[in-house]
């Protein structure tokens, strides 16, 4: 039993998939959210820069005395998970990427594999390498969608550009593609595109496994405090807090678009990295 | 005559769009372009972030000697021209909220002037007080346009995805509404938007002025080189370097959509600003 926080970092809001992934699972967890508003996105950065900021970010948080480190971003799952793990040898860590590509592997039925992502995510290609070592028989394809992003943001989660847009994207792989090469699993490998599930799930169909990183990474932290004897007592609900590296206010504001609950910009503290 | 280079300052690479406007107008004009790829967007920044950030860059941009800085991020121009005037006072400056905004002022047959703009643009409310400083009586509605940088981004300048976006943001201002109530004037207050001017004009009609705040910047360098004796002699076309804060690779990849000419990452020097 420990009752130390659980913390989260991000480049920005939305790592709250991640945060409200675990809230659900866990709810006697107490979690440490570390947004770095001021430099996101990380997606567009080079690798250099990506693994300065992330050892920045784990040591603010290490600094705040959490029992484990959960890389809610994908781009510094993607390109930093080594580095850290080096800095921070004591340090349980789970990224984003292993968890959902594991998932994929074995959600689908055929092993067709489309990963939808940001650029630099599909750049990177850690989530093929980690399917494939979850299966390694899996055809993966990535697909950089960056303008979900953009409508995820922008609350379009619906409606005929949020379609026109999933078409744009997917209809090669899903819509219009044989049945031979149709996917068969959608692996969401952004903490935004969660938002967008209930609409990709209408327009897939039900015969397409849909995996989010989000409830898989969840499910991951839990295994790790579970086997490491680190989960926290049960009893009243963990309280949860939030660093920024910009605006409180608008992280409050955006925050809804991620989380259900009500966040202020008083519950976000504004902190440095350097 | 003053052969020295004009630096323009952009938070990434849409002021690439000033770039060209100022090489389309002054070709003699050796430029010096500096994106904080790495920083970028400001947008989402606290005033006090971006004052900071600007002061650096025109730091630098100051440190290899030019002779008049054009800043050609709209949220610089908007939050941070002030600070930048008080910490360099000799050096002439040009912003891109004013010169459009002006333009904008006397575009308008009867001053119904829309000004579509990221988010944190809009916020500031810069674009309205100038439009009503060239022109009292107008009456300015802003439009805050995320999805149109991503499209933009993404080259989807055109299409069906393009058009029932610019529906979604202008329809009521401009395709939808009355004839009293209709804009007659449309301000890009985005550096990205210029790259959207073919589809607007198309959409928007004849009727509609659109004014980008671009060329208008590049004509009010233009003056203020010429009242200061400061133009460059003419003879051969001057040379454009370029400086950003991450991986050249990246912003070699992305200029294209901005400028017509070849820029290859060799072209671009990395440097740290602080």
């Not at 049945?179 to 039900?206: I, V």
Request: charged share 20%; proline share 6%.
């Amino acid at each position: 039993m420990d009752p130390r926080a659980i913390g989260v970092f991000d480049s920005g809001v939305g790592g709250l998939t991640v945060l409200k992934a675990l809230r659900d699972r866990l709810p006697w967890e107490s979690l440490l959210y570390l947004g770095d508003t001021a430099r996101l996105p990380y997606g567009t950065k080079s690798a250099e820069a990506v693994s300065a900021y992330a050892l920045q970010a784990a040591r603010a948080l290490v600094a705040r005395d959490i029992k484990i480190l959960v890389v809610a971003d994908n781009t510094s799952s993607a390109q930093a998970l080594g580095r850290l793990r080096a800095a921070f040898p004591d340090l349980p860590m789970v990224g984003v990427v292993e968890p959902g590509s594991a998932a994929a592997g074995h959600a689908s039925a055929r092993g067709r594999i489309i990963v939808i992502a940001s650029e630099s995510t599909v750049a990177a290609g850690a989530y093929p390498n980690a399917v494939r070592r979850a299966r390694a028989e899996a055809r993966v394809t990535q697909i950089a969608c960056p303008l979900f992003v953009a409508l995820v943001e922008e609350g379009l989660v619906d409606g005929p550009i949020a379609e026109q847009v999933v078409r744009h994207y997917l209809a090669a792989n899903f819509l219009d593609a044989g049945e031979e090469e149709r996917g068969d699993c959608l692996l969401l490998g952004c903490t935004h595109f969660p938002a967008l599930s209930p609409l990709l799930r209408r327009m897939l169909g039900e015969r397409v496994a849909i995996v989010d990183s989000a409830s898989t990474t969840a499910r991951a932290v839990e295994d790790v405090l579970e086997s490491r004897g680190l989960a926290a007592p049960p009893g009243a609900p963990g309280v949860i807090r939030y660093l920024a590296t910009d605006s409180p206010e608008r992280f409050a504001r955006v925050a809804p678009i991620f989380v259900p609950w009500t966040v202020t910009a008083r519950d976000v503290e504004m902190i440095t990295l350097e």
